[in-house]
């Protein structure tokens, strides 16, 4: 009778964690009272300016969204997050982001898009499992070289910033399908463009191109590019013949 009651109290309380895991938190103050097993967060429009140093306390956090606030930086301790997958910081005004931000390095999503960053932290090589960068609408003139260790990145998103050129080390991103610059101020593209075997969608509008590396037409498995916008653009003729395909 009694190991029936323990079977019966441990099944409850195991339904019970499950139950709070799955649980979405949508109050800081709620998530706190038992931080350990939260696992999804969203504070969005929560009028946030700042986030409390206690961020850190949720050591098995998976998903954290901080969208539509008035966030103009992150606490170091956001660090602490190892086991973040998801982190969505759109419509803030973060204008930079704490070196510790390369500790998360189980993140796959990092969405950053309609802030004020200005540069990018080359700790940011470190975020080896990620798969989405989405950074739209920023002020970024430049990406940091590190940017060519993101190993599984295949969405890097950078379109309406103030790039003028992109990193040689852009070429290493081998897993990459979509690359989007739309909206910039590029005036060229490295030739290590061509090494991004995987993309299948490149997205260069509204530049400032006057030509394209030779190396574009061996991007063979290429199925879009975008290049309307770049009124002084000259393509050389090999180029026109692997666009025309490509249409």
Do not use: C, W
Not at 47 to 61: A, C, M, Q, R, V
Not at 94 to 121: C, F, R
């Amino acid at each position: 009778m009694k190991a029936a009651f323990l079977l019966i109290t441990l099944f409850l309380l195991n339904s019970v964690t499950r139950a709070q895991e799955d649980k979405i938190y949508n109050s800081l103050a709620d998530a706190l009272v038992n931080p350990g097993v939260v696992v999804t967060l969203d504070l969005t429009l929560n009028d946030l300016s700042e986030l409390p140093e206690t961020i850190g306390s949720f050591s098995n956090l998976k998903e954290l969204y901080l969208n539509a606030n008035k966030l103009n930086t992150l606490p170091e301790n956001i660090g602490k997050l190892g086991n973040l997958r998801i982190l969505s910081l759109n419509a803030n005004a973060i204008t930079n982001l704490p070196s510790a931000i390369g500790k998360l390095t189980n993140l796959k999503d990092l969405e950053l898009q309609d802030n004020k960053l200005t540069e990018l932290p080359s700790g940011m090589g470190t975020l080896v499992r990620l798969v989405k960068l989405n950074l739209i609408n920023n002020q970024l003139p430049t990406l940091p070289e590190t940017i060519g260790k993101l190993n599984e990145l295949a969405t890097l998103e950078l379109d309406d910033n103030l790039i003028t050129s992109l990193p040689v080390s852009i070429g290493n991103l081998s897993k990459l399908t979509t690359l989007s610059l739309n909206n910039n101020q590029l005036t060229n593209l490295p030739e290590s463009i061509g090494k991004l075997s995987g993309l299948q969608s490149l997205y260069l509008g509204n530049n400032q191109l006057t030509a394209l590396p030779a190396s574009i037409t061996k991007l063979t498995n290429l199925k879009y590019i975008h290049l309307q916008g770049n009124p002084n653009l000259v393509l050389t003729p090999a180029q026109k013949e692997f666009i025309e395909k490509i249409k």
